[in-house]
């Protein structure tokens, strides 16, 4: 009993170590998804004549349906509780998503722009290095899951 | 009422309950740290309510759908074009960029003019064009807020249905709103000389409909009448007299374009015509 016990816990920690990697993975997922909805939109703003919420509806990802919708009903907070990205981005971004469209049509390319640059940054910065943070956090997991199985057996 | 309705849903709630509790409103008027003042058919009411910028501000971009972007060209000419044809007049402070107005600024009054559809409001005048063959033009004049746009909506679905091909200019979007009649050529928000002279070459209509003609549709409306297309139009005007002596209207009257006038007024919700030609009116120097 005592066995499986520190057996449980260990794999515990290193599942957890697992978990932990394939945040960063959704982080990436979630930047990127951003990204291109920022791209989505400023090219539907400079070239389509559509209103903010077709703009957002004509986004072609069923996958991101339910986050979407919060973001056509401009329930920004609600958007953002599903995805994973660092704070300050965050906050920026929803800055710009409760300001967007109160513009004329040049000065919300001009803010697409700059949000799109923002996003790119976290986007590269994201990519170089996120091999590399899965890989530490799944060591660490399971190192931690090795040693209380060590110290406890 | 569909644009009740899309009013009722993008308005802030106390505009939409301002709304909701008059009777056949006609105009919403906030006028920044003004009370708001409903226009009905038969009033003009001061609300309780009192216009801060902050409800201003709220009120464009629910209206625009948070979509200002999409406004942005009417915006510098004074007002919005919205779904079913209602029109938001908008003036705050002008931006200018190589001299001529690139936007607005600091936003102090805004307009809303609710569309009213009166069936057959237009049948006195339908039936003078209809006297003629539908071949003759005709003006329509009144002081603003008393019904040409109304009565032009109901000609158009009029003249529709008698089976006449037609061309309507609809720069601001306003006499289009519902689905379009059969066999009718729409030009809606294009610049109104452009669509005369489009309409003229490529829709073929019988008859050529728009609303608040000025001096720069001049030359296009005599071009459409050389080639043979009777135009409905209308002004501002308060007499037949005077709108014959404007100066922008002598050339189109010198042509023959206008034969009819029709001058509309109204009383309560009753619109009343008065219809001359403009060949007999007196004191007119034309």
């Known amino acids: 009993m005592r066995i499986l016990g ?135 997991g399971v190192c931690i899951g090795g040693v209380l199985l060590l110290l406890l057996l | 009422m569909p644009a009740m309705s899309f009013l009722e849903n993008n ?120 006297s003629n063959g539908f071949t003759s033009g005709a003006l329509l004049y009144s002081l603003p807020g008393v019904g040409k746009t109304t009565v032009l909506k109901d000609l158009i679905r009029l003249l529709s249905e008698s089976g006449l091909s037609l061309a309507v200019i609809d720069e601001r979007g306003e006499l289009s709103s519902e689905a379009s009649p059969l066999d009718t050529a729409v030009y809606r928000y294009y610049r109104k000389a452009d669509a005369i002279v489009m309409a003229v070459k490529t829709s073929c209509p019988q008859m050529l409909i728009l609303d608040e003609i000025g001096v720069t549709e001049q030359e296009a409306l005599i071009s459409a009448a050389c080639c043979g297309v009777p135009v409905v139009a209308s002004a501002h005007g308060s007499s037949e007299t005077e709108i014959l002596s404007r100066a922008a209207f002598k050339p189109l009257f010198r042509e023959g374009i206008f034969s009819l006038l029709a001058g509309l007024t109204r009383k309560e919700s009753e619109l009343f015509y008065h219809f001359s030609f403009a060949h007999e009116v007196k004191g007119a120097d034309h």
């Open chain 1, 6 to 140: 520190i057996l449980l816990l260990s794999g515990f920690f290193a599942a957890g170590g697992f978990a932990f990697g394939e945040l960063f993975r959704q982080r990436y997922k979630d930047t990127k998804f951003l990204l291109s909805l920022c791209i989505h939109l400023s090219r539907e703003i400079s070239y389509s004549g559509k209103n903010l919420k077709s703009c957002f509806s004509s986004y072609p990802d069923s996958k991101r349906a339910e986050c979407l919708a919060f973001f056509q009903k401009r329930e920004f907070e609600h958007a953002f509780k599903g995805l994973h990205i660092e704070r300050s981005l965050k906050e920026e971004l929803l800055l710009f998503f409760r300001t967007l469209g109160s513009g004329d049509k040049e000065q919300e390319e001009q803010r697409c722009r700059r949000m799109i640059a923002l996003l790119e940054q976290e986007e590269s910065k994201l990519c170089s290095g996120i091999k590399e943070q899965i890989r530490v956090a799944r060591t660490v």
């Open chain 2, 11 to 130: 308005l802030p709630s106390v505009l939409s309950y301002l709304l909701k509790e008059s009777t056949e409103p006609e105009e919403l008027r906030l006028c920044l740290h003004r009370p708001v003042v409903v226009k009905t058919r038969r009033e003009k009411r001061i609300s309780p309510v009192i216009c801060t910028r902050a409800l201003l501000e709220e009120t464009l971009a629910r209206l625009t759908e948070y979509s200002f972007y999409n406004h942005s060209d009417t915006v510098k000419e004074g007002y919005l074009s919205l779904p079913y044809g209602i029109r938001a007049g908008i003036c705050g402070s002008a931006l200018f960029q190589n001299g001529k107005i690139s936007g607005i600024k600091d936003l102090c009054f805004l307009s809303v003019r609710i569309p009213r559809n009166i069936k057959n409001a237009a049948l006195p005048l339908f039936s003078r064009l209809k």
